[in-house]
């Protein structure tokens, strides 16, 4: 899957889960939108330094 297309999966759930105000959901959901953001700066990062 896209960096982008994992960004907009995982902050529309982040989104639904503070929506229903289901704080389990809502941490899992943080962490992995977390990891999701991690992973695309690193991906920014490493294509500026050219592998």
């Given at each position: 899957m896209e960096t982008v297309e994992i960004m907009r999966v995982e902050g529309a759930t982040f989104a639904i889960a503070?929506?229903?105000m289901n704080e389990e959901l809502l941490a899992g959901a943080a962490a992995t939108l977390?990891?999701?953001i991690s992973d695309a700066m690193l991906e920014?990062?490493?294509g500026l330094l050219g592998d």
């Amino acid at each position: 899957m896209e960096t982008v297309e994992i960004m907009r999966v995982e902050g529309a759930t982040f989104a639904i889960a503070a929506r229903d105000m289901n704080e389990e959901l809502l941490a899992g959901a943080a962490a992995t939108l977390g990891n999701a953001i991690s992973d695309a700066m690193l991906e920014v990062i490493d294509g500026l330094l050219g592998d």
